[in-house]
């Protein structure tokens, strides 16, 4: 008789014990990923809905991250929320990452040479991602983006790095229709093409309420990759500057993004 080996021959949802546990871990980076896309306390129900995992599945998942600290849980009402250990490990990503030191150092460069917001962020597929932010001095909301994610196809940010790209590539990449965050927004692979072709042309994106009402943007890329996975921009209130302030503040990024490129190729950064 073979000797029983603990739960190597299990069999869950008829898949082998160790399908069974990659099914799992999945599931689990699925629903941290859920938590994070989400800005309210959710149920297991809410969690059902969102996912469609099954409900006792959920159990067993909620209770893991729960005890690991991935997970905090409100007793009165029976409903999760991220931990505070998604925090620490999104901390240690950038603690770890080179050239954020190099990014924050031009972010308070622009906003010392313009009063407005900087932002660094990378291209994650179809998304940007924030890494470093550094608020204008005349600010009234000071909360930080770092960690929040937009589309692509409705920032500056997002343009400058799909403008690294070719059209080819950008079909590939970008579904044939586009999210609309307000009504500016560029909905068309057309539209975004001609953004990007102009992008490449003057040498840093822009664009005016297309990812927030009353404010608009100007985005450049850090080229010490091929392709470029990183942009910094400035975003400025519509009310405060002219079409002229905005091609300036385009043209002074343009020029701290070459020169941050350049610091991190002699850094050996890549």
Not at 119 to 139: D, I, K, M, P
Not at 150 to 164: F, Q, R, V
Not at 249 to 261: D, H, Q
Request: hydrophobic residues 40%.
């Amino acid at each position: 008789m073979p000797q029983k080996v603990d739960n190597l021959d299990a069999r869950v949802d008829g898949a082998p014990a160790e399908s069974s546990g990659v099914k799992s871990a999945r599931r689990a980076v699925d629903l941290i990923e859920t938590f994070a896309a989400n800005d309210v306390w959710l149920s297991l129900s809410d969690l059902h809905a969102r996912t469609g995992f099954p409900r006792s599945s959920l159990h067993g998942l909620l209770r893991t991250l729960l005890e690991a600290g991935w997970l905090e849980a409100d007793a009165n009402t029976a409903r999760y929320r991220l931990g505070v250990r998604a925090l620490i490990c999104g901390t240690a990503y950038l603690d770890r990452d080179a050239v954020v030191p190099f990014a924050t150092e031009a972010l308070e460069r622009i906003r010392e040479k313009t009063g407005f917001t900087a932002h660094f962020a990378r291209r994650n597929g179809t998304e940007v991602v924030y890494l470093e932010t550094r608020e204008s001095q005349r600010s009234t909301h000071l909360v930080s983006r770092v960690g929040r994610t937009l589309p692509t196809h409705a920032t500056a940010l997002g343009k400058a790095l799909l403008a690294e790209l070719t059209q080819e590539e950008i079909e590939a990449l970008m579904p044939a229709s586009l999210t609309a965050l307000t009504p500016n927004t560029i909905t068309t692979l057309e539209g975004l093409h001609a953004e990007c072709a102009a992008t490449r042309e003057r040498g840093y994106a822009a664009e005016i309420e297309e990812g927030t009402l009353g404010v608009r943007c100007v985005a450049a890329v850090i080229p010490y990759r091929i392709p470029g996975t990183d942009a910094i921009s400035c975003s400025m209130p519509i009310s405060q500057v002219t079409d002229a302030d905005a091609q300036r503040v385009g043209e002074l990024l343009a020029e701290i993004t070459a020169e941050l490129g350049q610091q991190l190729r002699r850094a050996g950064i890549r």
